[in-house]
């Protein structure tokens, strides 16, 4: 059974509070102690904490840019298969981007409670990401 509730908080996480860089929407969706593990490896908890991170990545990467591949939910939980992309401008991984075109795939664990995103585990194909850095 597909759960419209937290499929669309994943959708509108991303869509939102990612690639639109919305902070009004982080309230919206995220639970006030959300937990998050990041596909660069980095953990947050709260809503500056994950902002702070957020902001770390567009620094970086101005045009960060994520796309939900597949997405699979059931009832508080979801599953997310992605694919990232940009510019490297700034510092990525230690390494300056330079401008160079960037594109790696991940994957997001979610669950919610009370209509709002509580957690999310996200893994990314480092090795891929780091072949395309100069």
């Known amino acids: 059974m597909v ?3 937290t499929a ?8 939102d509070a990612w690639n639109r860089w919305d902070d009004a929407a982080v309230a919206e969706l ?5 937990v998050f593990r990041g596909s660069l490896g980095d ?10 991170y957020r902001d770390r990545v567009r620094a ?9 591949v597949e ?4 009832h508080d939980r979801a599953a997310a298969r ?3 992309s940009g510019h490297a401008q700034g510092e990525l991984l230690g390494v300056s981007g330079g401008g160079a075109p960037i594109g790696y795939s991940g994957a997001a664990f979610f669950t919610a409670a009370g209509g709002l995103l509580t957690s999310a585990w996200v893994l990314g194909d480092l090795d891929t990401l780091r072949s395309r850095l100069p």
């Open 60 to 68: 970086a990467v101005p045009d960060f840019h994520n796309e939900i």
């Open 82 to 84: 992605l694919w990232y």
């Open 71 to 74: 997405l699979v939910a059931e």
């Open 43 to 52: 953990e947050t908890r709260g809503h500056d904490s994950w902002r702070g």
């Open 30 to 34: 995220l639970a006030p102690d959300f």
């Open 8 to 15: 669309d908080l994943v959708r509108r996480f991303y869509a």
């Open 3 to 5: 759960s419209r509730g």
